[in-house]
């Protein structure tokens, strides 16, 4: 079993250190998602390490642009956070990562991608 910081690689059948920046949330992980940036960081798809979260945007702990399907979920795992967005910014569903300002904050209220305000789409 792999100590906090590392993981299991199947590939390798040893214990890998996580990408630059990232840990795990424990020990025992068995895939590289398990690996967590902190907050404020993010994971670009293809890095090898987290980096400063973009402009219009908020990083929670683990936040990981491979989640992108997860980003409307309820309720997400550790290892499914996506980016939200800061208020005042707006970013599609089909395209989270593009960020818009947008003219008045109560149009965009941030959360996740594709969140507006009442009576606006």
């Given at each position: ?8 690689s ?45 402009e ?50 109560e ?15």
């Open positions: 079993e792999c100590e906090a910081g590392l993981y299991m199947s590939s390798f059948g040893r214990c890998i250190p996580c990408p630059f920046g990232s840990t795990t949330s424990g020990s025992g992980k068995t895939n590289v998602a398990a690996c967590l940036c902190q907050r404020g960081d993010y994971m670009p798809l293809g890095s090898a390490g987290c980096i400063e979260c973009p219009g945007m908020k990083c929670p702990s683990g936040s990981n642009e491979a989640n992108a399907e997860f980003s409307t979920a309820v309720s997400p795992s550790e290892d499914q956070k996506f980016l939200e967005l800061a208020p005042r910014y707006w970013a599609s569903v089909d395209h989270p990562m593009t960020v818009f300002l947008c003219k008045m904050e149009w965009c209220p941030g959360g996740p991608p594709g969140t507006c305000s009442r009576n606006r789409n």
